[in-house]
């Protein structure tokens, strides 16, 4: 299964899936403004591997969109409701073919 949530794509992977590499950080993907990100709140763990992030959710979680300082609702979107699993984020891409550039989506 697949969410989005803005320019943040999150992707249901194999329960079986080691990950190893915990965080504190519960800030998924900072927005290109100032002081909005895409948060993971609940019974989570974040995860870093190469780079990439992945999220454990133990009981039940969401990805929120927050104020990065105040941590209150910023309203732009909807917050999407995770049930127990592992997820992989992805901060998603765009490519332009007259420019031939890559970019990551701006919400």
Do not use: C
Not at 40 to 62: C, K, M, P, R
């Amino acid at each position: 299964m697949q969410w989005r949530q803005g320019d943040v794509l999150i992707e249901r992977i194999d329960d079986n899936a080691v990950l190893s590499q915990k965080t504190e950080e519960t800030l998924l993907v900072r927005g290109e403004g100032r002081y909005h990100g895409h948060f993971a709140t609940g019974d989570v763990t974040v995860y870093t591997d190469n780079g990439n992030l992945y999220l454990e959710v133990h009981s039940q979680a969401q990805v929120e969109h927050l104020h990065t300082e105040t941590r209150s609702f910023t309203g732009e979107h909807h917050p999407i409701s995770l049930p127990r699993g592992k997820y992989r984020i992805i901060r998603q891409r765009e490519y332009n073919p007259y420019e031939k550039t890559i970019a990551f989506i701006q919400d």
